[in-house]
């Protein structure tokens, strides 16, 4: 076993309200979710000495938000800082988290998230692009990217529009069991077909949401985890990937990053795809997650298109993935609440959406044009 | 207006590029030292990180290596536009770039398919290379 496996916990997730917030702003949001995250483990505030941030999309002071996190809050930590990877921040921080905690910097960690992308405005409609931007060819938005991947998924394998809106689907029948989720008006297959044309191959329901809410998972070490509330959830494996280049790599439309990610988590772990009996896969867009399938090793390169069919990554099937609805149908939090639902997951906490007697859950997440990528593998103590 | 669309900003590093394509050549950064033509435009080789470089004329010919089609508008410049196609062209002589393959219709553009490249002229300054289907 690795130096890191099993010795730090997940002991308190919290979210606020989710979906179009008027008022809210990312610090309103993110003190909820820091109050609630406080109160599902039992830890009082003045007991958090390392303070991990994520910018909102449209927080005016980017990279100081720890300073004015921090201020909001009133912690003066031991260690602190934030960053920006997109939806690769949340497992980015946590893992930077569980190392500062085993390192002896910090004895309680909260990683915090809050956005009001919804009313506040967002740079998700922006152009990628280095000396020239790609806006120059009408190449704008997230959208863009995740739909290149899809193209080509299609082109060379075969995958199928209806492949992808199985996704789509698995995500909202999920979503309808959450009281919490935006969007809980299950859908069909014919619904996925029939909406509107996004960038093509997507339609608007291969894409995710854009919401307001805030997120806050607090990280202690394993020992300490065992005399607070709830029963401690540990990180088992964990693992991190890049591909900084886009256009110069030739892969860089299949996220090779991805599989580097996972394959780091497993090893640390020790486990493999076929220990995983939940998964909380990134889905900005349905492609994502028929790209984490075939790098988890859930299938092979290429069937990720057959194998959500029949619902088989929907509750009841063999690997139930994105059982809160994900950032598809829940909540787009950037994938901070894939990491809470695979928390509650692994404490039997789900209620009618609880995978029975699920001991292993991945949880992944990916982001900015594509380049960022990391896998936690979470268990029960 | 077509001027309202986002345009490259001309210095130092691309002007040699917009330059080429306004007299119709698609130019890209060949590495002084190992040789490697690289795209996107750099000050630097992403392979053997040497500052050296020239400017080289390529065929103009690739290959779609995916291409996908804007119905949402997302600038209001392109309200106009949609839908329209934005494609990645594999070039001949290794690296990808993001362009737009014009004169089929947006959604028949397809990946594997032969593109050579046109230039668009959209200002006195300024040729938009952007490609369409070749048969070789």
């Given at each position: 076993m690795a130096f890191l496996t099993d010795r730090i916990a997940i002991v308190g997730v919290g979210a606020s309200e989710q979906?179009?917030?008027?008022?809210?702003?990312s610090l309103t949001l993110a003190t909820t979710a820091f109050k609630r995250a406080l109160d599902d483990c039992?830890?009082?505030?003045?007991?958090?000495d390392g303070l991990l941030t994520m910018p909102g999309s449209?927080?005016?002071e980017g990279s100081l938000n720890y300073l004015r996190m921090g201020e909001t809050l009133g912690i003066d930590p031991a260690y602190t800082g934030s960053m920006t990877m997109?939806?690769?921040t949340a497992g980015a921080l946590i893992q930077m988290g569980a190392m500062a905690i085993a390192c002896g910097l910090a004895t309680n960690v909260a990683c915090v998230f809050g956005d009001a992308?919804?009313?506040?405005?967002?740079?998700?409609?922006r152009a990628s692009g280095g000396t020239d931007s790609w806006g120059i060819w009408g190449?704008?938005?997230?959208?863009a990217n995740s739909a290149v991947a899809a193209s080509r998924h299609m082109a060379l394998y075969g995958t199928t529009s209806r492949q992808l809106g199985e996704v789509a689907v698995a995500c909202r029948r999920h979503a309808s069991m959450n009281?919490?989720?935006?969007m809980r008006e299950p859908i069909t297959i014919e619904d996925h077909q029939a909406s509107r044309m996004?960038?093509?191959?997507?339609?608007?329901?291969d894409c995710c949401l854009i919401s307001d809410g805030g997120v806050c998972v607090i990280l202690t070490a394993a020992e300490r985890a065992k005399d607070l509330k709830q029963r401690p959830v540990l990180i088992a494996g964990m693992g991190q990937g890049y591909t900084t280049q886009n256009l110069g790599r030739e892969d860089w439309w299949y996220v090779p990053h991805q599989k580097d990610a996972l394959d780091r988590a497993f090893a640390m772990a020790g486990l493999?795809?076929?220990?995983?009996?939940?998964a909380q896969l990134y889905d900005n867009f349905t492609m994502s997650v028929l790209l984490w399938l075939e790098h988890a090793g859930?299938?092979?390169?290429?069937?990720?298109g057959p194998f959500v069919?029949?619902?088989?990554?929907?509750?009841?099937?063999e690997l139930p993935v994105n059982?809160?609805?994900?950032?598809?149908?829940?909540?787009?939090?950037e994938g901070w609440l894939h990491v809470v639902e695979g928390v509650r997951q692994m404490r039997g906490a789900?209620?009618?959406r609880q995978v029975e007697g699920a001991e292993v859950c991945l949880v992944t997440g990916r982001g900015m044009t594509l380049n960022c990528a990391n896998a936690m593998l979470l268990h029960p103590a | 207006m077509a001027s309202e669309k986002p345009l490259p900003e001309l210095g130092e590093l691309n002007t040699p590029f917009w330059h080429a394509a306004r007299a119709g050549t698609l130019a890209m950064q060949e590495c002084g030292d190992c040789h490697h033509i690289r795209?996107?435009?750099?000050?630097?080789?992403?392979?053997?990180?040497?500052?050296t470089y020239g400017w080289t004329a390529l065929s103009g010919r690739g290959t779609v290596f995916s291409s996908i089609v804007f119905h949402?508008?997302?600038?209001?410049?392109?309200k106009g536009e949609v839908p329209y196609n934005v494609s990645i062209v594999q070039l001949d002589e290794g690296p990808r770039m993001v362009s737009n393959v014009v004169?089929?219709?947006?959604?028949?553009?397809?990946?594997g398919q032969r593109v050579a490249v046109v230039f668009d002229p959209v200002n006195d300054e300024i040729a938009i290379p952007r490609f369409r289907p070749a048969d070789d």
């Open positions: 979906g179009r917030l008027p008022g809210s702003t039992g830890l009082d505030k003045s007991e958090i449209a927080s005016p997109g939806g690769g992308a919804k009313t506040g405005g967002s740079r998700f409609s190449m704008f938005a997230a959208a009281p919490s989720a935006v996004i960038v093509e191959p997507f339609h608007l329901l493999g795809p076929k220990d995983v009996d939940v859930f299938c092979g390169l290429g069937e990720a069919e029949g619902g088989r990554i929907q509750l009841g099937g059982t809160a609805g994900g950032n598809l149908s829940e909540s787009y939090m789900c209620g009618e | 795209y996107p435009i750099s000050h630097v080789c992403p392979k053997c990180l040497s500052e949402q508008v997302y600038h209001p410049a392109y004169g089929v219709p947006p959604s028949e553009v397809a990946v």
